[in-house]
């Protein structure tokens, strides 16, 4: 069993930073991979970035490269989400998942999400 708690979530004027984490605890293994995934209000989840706990290969999302950076400690059992340049169309639930396969939305654990708000 794996456990997922995020944080860090908040309100951000457009233009501006946030940094998530996720703390993760249980049976993950370092083949595992890692992935942020949001969901805006009335939307479907969408995928927004990926990273294996060994190597720290990345996948992101078109619309937050060169924005967003995932990033993990492996001594802490965490990974980030650095999100530069905010729009407000990065409003949505963040979640943070974890599959021992690289998905991009199917993940077998999740967190309880945390929110992000964008004001323009």
């Known amino acids: 069993q794996v456990q997922l708690v995020e944080s860090g979530g908040g309100l951000v004027q457009a233009g501006g930073s946030l940094r998530l984490s996720c703390a993760a605890s249980?049976?993950?293994?370092?083949?595992?991979?890692m992935g942020w995934v949001r969901q805006a209000p009335g939307k479907e989840r969408e995928f927004v970035a990926r990273?294996?706990?060994?190597?720290?290969?990345?996948y992101y999302a078109d619309s937050v490269k060169g924005r967003f950076t995932i990033s993990r400690d492996n001594a802490k059992n965490t990974v980030y989400l650095q999100m530069n340049s905010l729009k407000p169309e990065d409003t949505a639930v963040y979640y943070c998942?974890?599959?021992?396969?690289?998905?991009?939305?199917?993940?077998?654990?999740w967190g309880q999400g945390t929110q992000v708000t964008v004001s323009s």
């Open positions: 249980g049976r993950i293994f370092s083949n595992y991979y």
């Open positions: 990273i294996r706990w060994s190597g720290g290969n990345t």
């Open positions: 998942a974890a599959d021992s396969r690289p998905r991009l939305i199917a993940y077998d654990y």
